[in-house]
């Protein structure tokens, strides 16, 4: 082999080397594009699923809040109801007292 048929071959090989690094530089540039459009695409989803997730969690907890509001309205108007009816059976004798002490605030003033 002639010096010029190894320096072409040289040359070619070269040349060659030249294109994979420039195709393998492509290559890893579109492999990080994509990569970053996945790692987008996997951060969108995950931010969609956290809101639905606090959405759930925020209206359970309105639920819980809700009944448990019911349960303290209902207590407290059990208790109105129990202390009207306690009220309501001591009002004749209070009544009556009120009456009597009247009478007798007349009566000591009358000479």
């Known amino acids: 082999m002639s010096r010029e048929e190894v320096l072409g071959r040289v040359r070619e090989a070269e040349a060659k080397r030249r294109k994979m690094e420039e195709e393998a530089l492509r290559n890893k540039e579109e492999v990080i594009r994509e990569a970053q459009r996945e790692a987008q695409r ?3 989803q995950a931010a969609t699923e956290a809101d639905a997730d606090a959405g759930e969690l925020v209206a359970a907890e309105g ?3 809700q009944e448990e509001r019911r349960r303290i ?3 407290g108007e059990k208790e109105v109801a129990r202390q009207r009816e306690g009220s309501s059976a001591r009002l004749p004798g209070a ?3 009120l009456y009597k002490e009247f009478v007798r605030q007349v ?3 009358t000479p």
Request: aromatic share 0%.
């Open 42 to 44: 996997i951060l969108e």
């Open 63 to 65: 639920r819980k809040l």
């Open 73 to 75: 309205v209902a207590a």
């Open 95 to 97: 009544v009556d007292k």
């Open 107 to 109: 009566n000591a003033q």
